[in-house]
């Protein structure tokens, strides 16, 4: 039986993923600004995945991703104002400015990056969950990655070693199906990612990455087999990203045609007509909404504005840590 979502539940979502929609929007205008450089990736169309994640996972479950990670942090909880900063390369950003679009950090909210190098977090990932076993908690990690870094072998060396201990970790390929520009299946003989899982004895599965409902389903399944003991799941959740692979990716690899197809799926516009057909929402609590998400936005980017840049002497902080070890003798 079709599980049943409460009225709060698409509020939250409709609020969330239209925060994290605006403020994507807002950061690609203001990189054409140059007021963001470098290296900025955007999260448009695949806000379902974020949404759906956080209504089906626990506070103290941790999340890891790659470098497309505005949104997920925002998810999870680093202010709006915290990661645009960052954006900016400001000294209030949630990595003091050091680490920008592609480094976006907030450890105390279990949000653990942000990773640049592809595939580098899928064994971060495991090992956050290994802490997690080790400490005993009931917690789970999230680790999330794309099809393009499906083919990298970190992959395989991690699941073995997951499935081995039965480690507390839901893998989740955010498939949108180009990795930088080149599709699925030019890269992989086998065009169902989830299959990947079989090798190992791993329970996988595929999920509609543009539907809020289906993506809380597959993760609070995956997590409370987590929580059992049942060790991994690999999940493959079909999405697409309507903008670039980056702010400098002219798009040839695809059609317009293809991006407004998706676009006729789009979840926000999906779960505001659950919200005004069903629960019977009014234009003007939606507006309320509306006006709430703008409001955050523009604060966040008056945030970034004014606050400072770094100091000179933060450059070679944070590179090391300096750890005193009681057995070391001069």
């Known amino acids: 039986m079709a599980t049943k979502f409460s009225k709060e539940t698409y509020l939250y979502w409709y609020e969330l993923m239209l925060l994290l929609r605006r403020f994507e929007e807002k950061t690609g205008q203001l990189y054409g600004m ?8 955007l999260y448009i169309g ?33 202010t709006p104002k915290a990661t645009m900063a960052e954006l900016y390369g400001k000294a209030t950003g949630c990595s003091k400015g050091k680490g920008g679009s ?37 917690n ?17 060396e991690t699941f073995n070693m997951a499935m081995l201990w039965k480690l507390p970790v839901v893998f989740i390929c955010e498939n949108n199906n180009y990795a930088m ?5 030019r890269t992989s003989n086998v065009l169902d990612l989830y299959k990947i899982a079989d090798a190992y004895d791993m329970p996988g599965d595929s999920v509609d990455g543009m539907s809020p409902e289906d993506v809380h389903n597959a993760i609070l399944r995956s997590v ?10 690999l999940l493959e959740v079909k999405t697409y990203r309507y903008k670039g692979h980056s702010m400098s990716d002219p798009q040839k690899y695809r059609t317009k045609d293809e991006v407004e197809e998706y676009k006729e799926r789009d979840p926000i516009d999906h779960v505001l007509k659950v919200l005004k ?9 939606v507006e309320v909404i509306n006006e709430r998400v703008k409001v955050q936005v523009e604060e966040s980017v008056q945030f970034a504005e004014e606050s400072p ?18 057995f070391i003798t001069d």
């Open 102 to 138: 592609m480094h976006i950090f907030g450890v105390d909210v279990g949000f653990f990056g942000g990773h640049g190098i592809v595939g580098a977090q899928i064994g971060t990932g495991a090992g956050l969950a290994f802490a997690e076993k080790y400490r005993g908690t009931n």
């Open 34 to 41: 140059q007021k963001i450089r470098g290296f900025c990736h």
């Open 46 to 78: 695949q806000e379902a995945v974020a949404a759906g994640c956080m209504t089906a996972t626990n506070p103290d479950d941790k999340f890891i991703t790659a470098y497309r990670c505005h949104a997920l942090a925002i998810a999870k909880g680093v």
């Open 181 to 185: 520009g080149t599709s699925v299946a």
């Open 224 to 233: 409370n087999r987590a929580r059992e003991k049942g060790g991994p799941t």
């Open 277 to 285: 057909e069903e629960y019977k929402v009014s234009e003007a609590d």
């Open 140 to 156: 789970v990690a999230l680790c999330f990655f794309g099809d393009g870094a499906a083919r990298q072998g970190m992959l395989h």
């Open 309 to 326: 840049w770094p100091d000179d002497d933060e450059l070679l902080k944070d590179v090391y840590i300096q750890q005193d070890y009681p």
